[in-house]
């Protein structure tokens, strides 16, 4: 029975397609079918058979999803829609499973958009199977079919009268699997093209249910299809006043949200334009006066921002025509809340009407105001911990400003003046900053130097604004004060100054919270070092010091701008120091390798301790020394010649003067800072600029040896960056051959030092240069080993077999050549790097020079010069190794250069071996036989 039914099945898709390969095409439409296609017959008797009720269910189903394409984009013949219909119809039966009456739905939807236009009255018809199908699992089925028979609520023709009613109320009976975002998108359409047929009571209801969706979203989608849909109804129908305060709660809850605040506010506007608008700002304010709305924060600050900005704002609502009288004490009521999100909104509103509009309020209005105010300077009291409270006295600090800037345009009467910067000064606490800055200026003008105690007014005037205050202006002010007080007065008023004021105002320095005003301190306290006697020097510098290790200390970036402050303070005040004499050249440069060495043990590496790092590393490694040991500073540029100090000197160094005092500056650690930089340091950049610098400084040997007589740990930290496990470390993507750029020029440097490399050492910069061969710097290897070869024999002597073996594997080209075929020349003359070559190495030289012998890829001189090389090398060649060198020396160039001849006198050479063997010139060939 089953096999029949397939069959039966299968049959009936053979006819279905058959059918409609050879009937008259049709084009797809999307929602109508056209007219200008003729009819087809798809719909045959056979068809309506196979539909019939008494057939097996599955079997119709499965010819209904054959007939989907059919009837969704062929134009079917009259009356066939009537005819599917009927024969499915009994489908939708509430005693058939789920999926047949869902497939049902799906298609008939499909029925509907294939054959729009010809639907007619049979579109009542469906309306009313819609509304009559109340099952539950069939709404979002229900929903699509809708939208299909309404062209998504643009056409209602034949139930204009019945789909408001019916969608107010379906609407609250949908479940949740019914996708929202197209439920609104069909009432949008419905009240944009059909709000004439919706009646008050409906849209009410539609209304009401939209703003309930719009409090509750799934998808922000959603929430921009609500304010849509208010926005239509507002524009196309007439806004029924009964939903007003739903609207005002939906809109007011949206404008926090930061997607939908410009919409939100363009909704409100159009509504606050209609007649409803004097109706809309009386019920915002009675939601701010109403008890029962007190604990929705975002409901208040919305209708706070509404009531300002449509009556005194920039998005102002000419309509509207109210005293400010009005609303002020529902604002009042909203600053009472004890919500500081609300109150934000209200010292904002407050703000833009005192700026705006403040000719036009009367005592009246300025009596609220100052309600408003003390309601919002209390609160702030109450909640100053808060992030926000930062916010909301800037706010109040701009209202003062701009009350204060009125009373002095219109000259209005405050009494004396120094009775009102008493009344400030007593709850400075409490005001905002620029009353504070008012008196801050007020009471520095009434500090005179001439006075006996003009010292103890200064101390008291930074503990009220600089010790006592947390505002960062107001203390920023106290310390311009004190700058201007400090260059007036410091040459002559040094100790008292320093005793009184200075030392008791920074010395708890390193524990303030501000980072702001940290570097402003300690900018200050740098800017007047250089002119500070010796003995009052140190205690500043320890100051600074502290600032600077405490930041490190915390590991905060929040506290890294003063130690950024401090150390490209002290780099330039060391650039000074060192001209001056004195000890502070020296304890500028203990604070900066003690910042040094705080960084590495405690792996602080950041983005800006790499700044700070890199820029204490440029200074310090831009000391040069001459040969009577004065230090200077080299020029970045090198455009001028470095001034060398006549005041401090490093440890080494010629005879010193005895007519200018001199100050050895112990420069042991600036060494140390730069192997701990290689050996721990994680960021390239600090690590890159370090190598950079340390080739200028090795070029200094005073400096250098003054500095580090031992350099043997260098070496090997050198040759550990071209590890994989150390590259891994970098947080910039770096190959091998990307440092040993900077590796391998500060490693032939370092080989000009050899009586300060131990042994182990000296092997370790071979082995690095040696590896360096088979990369991408080549080049620069094979130099650095010339001058190993020159400066390190003992050591070359015994790695040289291995660096001509690894010498062997470089490919011989171009920009190889010189570098090499110059190695292998000045091996020559150095009798310690070759008397104990055996016959395996005299071919490894050989094999290494003749390829460069190709005049077809090198030019004349590199030929020149490799025939050079040979004849040279083969003179140095034991006599008894030369039979297999000449054999050697046969093979190859017969090999790879047969059509080229050696030179005569490399030829005389090879023949004047004592017999050992006879070569023969014949036909353009080098050949060899035993003698």
């Given amino acids: 029975m089953q096999t029949n039914e397939k069959d039966a099945g299968g049959g009936v898709g053979i006819r279905l397609k058959l059918g409609s390969l050879f009937s008259p095409k049709a084009t797809p439409t999307a929602g109508k079918a056209r007219d200008d296609v003729d009819h087809g017959t798809f719909i045959t008797a056979d068809v309506l058979r196979e539909l019939d009720q008494g057939l097996p269910t599955q079997r119709r189903v499965r010819v209904m999803r054959e007939l989907l394409e059919i009837v969704g984009s062929k134009r079917l013949e009259e009356y066939a829609v009537q005819s599917i219909w009927r024969a499915v119809q009994d489908l939708l039966d509430r005693s058939q499973p789920a999926d047949v009456r869902q497939a049902v739905l799906q298609f008939t939807q499909c029925l509907v958009q294939g054959q729009y236009s010809e639907l007619g009255v049979m579109r009542a018809h469906f309306f009313r199977v819609i509304q009559s199908h109340q099952v539950e699992e069939d709404s979002q089925q229900r929903l699509e079919l809708l939208i299909a028979l309404t062209l998504g609520g643009k056409d209602i023709q034949y139930f204009e009268e019945e789909i408001g009613p019916f969608l107010a109320e379906w609407i609250p009976q949908l479940p949740a699997h019914v996708s929202v975002e197209q439920l609104l998108g069909l009432l949008v359409k419905l009240v944009h093209y059909n709000s004439a047929y919706l009646e008050e009571d409906v849209l009410s209801q539609l209304v009401s249910h939209t703003c309930s969706l719009a409090t509750n979203p799934s998808s922000p989608s959603e929430t921009e299809l609500c304010l849509s849909f208010l926005d239509a109804v507002i524009c196309y129908a007439v806004f029924p006043p009964q939903t007003i305060l739903s609207c005002i709660v939906t809109l007011c809850h949206t404008l926090n949200i930061e997607r939908f605040i410009q919409k939100s506010l363009e909704v409100m506007q159009r509504l606050l334009g209609t007649h409803l608008g004097h109706t809309v700002i009386y019920t915002m304010c009675s939601v701010l006066q109403d008890k029962v709305h007190e604990a929705d924060v975002l ?22 025509s109210l005293p400010f009288t009005a609303v002020l004490p529902a604002i009042h009521q909203a600053s009472l809340s004890g919500h500081t999100l609300v109150i934000y909104e209200v010292t904002l509103s407050v703000l833009r009407l005192v700026r705006h509009y403040s000719s036009r309020l009367g005592p009246r209005e300025w009596e609220m105001i100052f309600h408003i105010l003390h309601a919002t300077q209390r609160h702030l009291s109450q909640q100053a911990e808060l992030s926000s409270a930062a916010q909301l006295q800037s706010t109040l600090q701009d209202i003062f400003s701009s009350v204060e800037q009125f009373w002095k345009d219109r000259e209005n009467s405050i009494g004396p003046v120094h009775l009102f910067f008493q009344l400030l000064d007593e709850v400075r606490v409490t005001l905002p900053v620029t009353s504070v800055l008012s008196l801050l200026h007020y009471q520095s003008q009434t500090i005179d130097a001439a006075e006996l105690d003009w010292l103890p007014q200064i101390s008291l005037f930074m503990d009220k604004f600089f010790r006592s205050e947390t505002r960062l202006v107001v203390r920023r002010e106290a310390l311009g004060f004190l700058d201007r007080v400090l260059v007036d007065h410091w040459l002559t008023q040094q ?117 700070l790092r890199i820029n204490v590393f440029n200074c310090l490694l831009s000391l040069r020394a001459n040969s009577s040991g004065q230090l200077g500073f080299h020029d970045d540029d090198g455009s001028r010649d470095i001034e060398y100090s006549p005041f401090q000197v490093c440890a080494l160094g010629g005879q010193r003067s005895v007519l200018v005092p001199q100050t050895v500056v112990d420069l042991g650690g600036v060494f140390q800072a730069a192997t701990s930089c290689l050996e721990k340091d994680v960021e390239w950049e600090a690590v890159f600029q370090l190598l950079h610098l340390l080739r200028g400084t090795l070029q200094c040997r005073t400096l250098t040896l003054s500095a580090m007589p031992d350099l043997s740990t260098l070496p090997p930290l050198l040759s550990s960056l071209l590890n994989s496990n150390k590259l891994g470390l970098f947080s910039n993507r770096l190959s091998v051959a990307d440092v040993g750029a900077s590796v391998f ?180 060939a080098l050949r060899s036989t035993w003698a």
């Fill in 299 to 320: 409901l208040l600050r919305g209708a706070v921002f509404f009531i300002s900005m449509s009556l005194w704002g920039v998005k102002k609502v000419d309509t509207l």
């Fill in 495 to 611: 100790d008292p100054l320093l005793q009184q004021v200075l030392l008791p105002v920074f010395t708890p320095l390193s524990m303030d919270t501000d980072p702001d005003l940290r570097c402003q301190a300690v900018q200050l306290m740098i800017k007047f070092l250089p002119s500070s006697s010796p003995t009052h020097t140190s205690s500043l510098l320890e100051i600074v010091s502290q600032v600077l290790m405490r930041g490190l200390g915390e590991g905060s970036e929040a506290r890294l701008p003063d130690c950024k402050a401090a150390v490209f303070g002290l780099t330039q005040l060391l650039k000074e120091a060192i001209y001056r004499p004195g000890p502070l050249a020296g304890q500028v440069l203990s604070v900066l390798l003690q910042f040094l060495r705080q960084v590495y043990a405690g792996a602080y590496f950041t983005t800006t301790t790499c700044v």
């Fill in 745 to 924: 020029p500060l490693l032939a440097l370092l080989a000009t030092y050899p009586s300060h490399l131990d042994r182990r050492a000296q092997h370790d910069l071979v082995v690095c240069l040696e590896g360096g061969l088979v990369g991408k710097q080549a080049v620069k290897c094979m130099s650095a080993l010339a001058v190993c070869s020159l400066e390190l024999q003992p050591t070359m002597s015994r790695c040289l077999p291995r660096v001509l073996y690894r010498l062997g594997q470089v490919a011989a080209t171009p920009i190889m050549a010189v570098p090499t075929l110059e190695f292998l020349a000045g091996l020559i003359p150095i009798p310690s790097l070759v008397s104990g070559f055996v016959e395996e190495e005299y071919l490894s030289v050989f094999g290494i020079a003749l390829p460069y012998t190709n005049h077809h890829r090198y030019p004349p001189y590199v030929v020149s010069m490799a025939h050079h090389v040979i004849s040279c090398w083969f003179l140095k060649c034991r006599i008894r190794y030369r039979p297999r060198v000449a054999r050697f020396i046969s093979k190859v160039t017969s090999f790879k250069y047969n059509s080229e001849s050696l030179p005569d006198l490399f030829m005389c050479m090879l023949t004047s071996t004592q017999g050992a063997e006879t070569l023969v010139h014949n036909n353009g």
